[in-house]
């Protein structure tokens, strides 16, 4: 198995700080629908990729707080707020907005990981700011945050092509496209973890464009 960015700056990311003060906090909310029904749909990538994270740090994502399910971890010297809104996708927003009062992160250190249909399956593609894209999770909490300048990652989910876009992403991944979904989930991981330690502009220079992890979820566009 070739190695992951993850495995190479193990050491970086984690090295002997762990019992060291946190000295910033970073926030990263992971968008879906609530509910078993929409488990494992194309909308609900943003929730894998918060479960494969928390899974690496060694925590589970369960308190109730915010309207959202929430937990604390470590990397290094950094404190991640690990975020799943439970309000559904078009009210991701309020969740997103309290915890990052709460917790006193500017929005310059808030990272939401979401599905997109403009992008093929697999595919990342790292922003630190801009426009929601039609994307109604991400519209509400721009609505709600009062500013776009937040970073967000975006995972290819595929074009609806003539189907309806709405039954589109409610929908699952084929078995042509789960291998994909499966190693840019984790591939989003490596990405979410180097963001919080490297910060944006870093993250985008190395996983949008087929930096040294290059994998179907990295091509340079």
Same mark, same amino acid.
């Given at each position: 198995?070739? /190695?992951? %960015?993850?495995?190479?700056? &193990?050491?970086?990311?984690?090295?002997?700080?762990?019992?060291?003060?946190?000295?910033?906090?970073?926030?990263?909310?992971? #968008?879906? !629908? %609530?509910? %078993?029904?929409?488990?494992?749909? $194309?909308?609900?990538?943003?929730? *894998?990729?918060? +479960?494969?994270?928390?899974?690496?740090?060694?925590?589970?994502? $369960?308190? $109730?707080?915010?309207?959202?399910?929430?937990? +604390?971890?470590?990397?290094?010297?950094?404190?991640?707020?690990?975020?799943?809104?439970? =309000?559904?996708?078009?009210?991701?927003?309020?969740?997103?907005?309290?915890?990052?009062?709460?917790?006193?992160?500017?929005?310059?250190?808030?990272?939401?990981?979401?599905?997109?249909?403009?992008?093929?399956?697999?595919?990342? *593609?790292?922003?630190?700011? @801009?426009?929601?894209?039609?994307? &109604?999770?991400?519209?509400?909490?721009?609505?709600?945050?009062?500013?776009?300048?937040?970073?967000? #990652?975006?995972?290819?989910?595929?074009?609806?092509?003539?189907?309806?876009?709405?039954?589109?992403?409610?929908? *699952?991944?084929?078995?042509? /496209?789960? &291998?994909?979904? /499966?190693?840019?989930? /984790? =591939?989003?991981?490596?990405?979410?973890?180097?963001?919080?330690?490297?910060?944006?502009?870093?993250?985008? &220079? $190395?996983? !949008?464009?087929?930096?040294? @992890? =290059?994998?179907?979820?990295?091509?340079?566009?």
């Amino acid at each position: 198995m070739t /190695e992951t %960015p993850f495995n190479t700056l &193990n050491d970086l990311l984690f090295g002997s700080a762990l019992s060291k003060p946190t000295t910033s906090v970073k926030l990263i909310a992971g #968008l879906g !629908n %609530p509910g %078993p029904e929409y488990d494992g749909t $194309r909308h609900n990538v943003g929730f *894998r990729v918060l +479960d494969v994270l928390a899974g690496r740090l060694g925590v589970t994502i $369960r308190r $109730r707080s915010f309207n959202a399910l929430v937990e +604390d971890a470590l990397l290094g010297d950094v404190k991640l707020v690990l975020l799943k809104p439970q =309000q559904y996708m078009n009210r991701s927003g309020h969740a997103v907005a309290t915890a990052a009062g709460y917790y006193k992160v500017a929005a310059g250190d808030v990272m939401v990981v979401l599905d997109d249909m403009a992008l093929p399956t697999g595919q990342l *593609r790292i922003r630190a700011k @801009g426009s929601a894209g039609g994307h &109604n999770g991400l519209k509400d909490i721009i609505a709600q945050m009062g500013t776009d300048s937040f970073a967000r #990652l975006r995972l290819g989910v595929g074009d609806c092509g003539t189907r309806d876009a709405a039954e589109y992403v409610l929908s *699952r991944f084929g078995s042509t /496209e789960r &291998n994909a979904i /499966e190693q840019a989930t /984790e =591939q989003a991981v490596d990405a979410v973890l180097y963001w919080a330690k490297q910060g944006t502009a870093a993250a985008m &220079n $190395r996983y !949008n464009s087929g930096g040294d @992890g =290059q994998t179907q979820g990295n091509k340079k566009e």
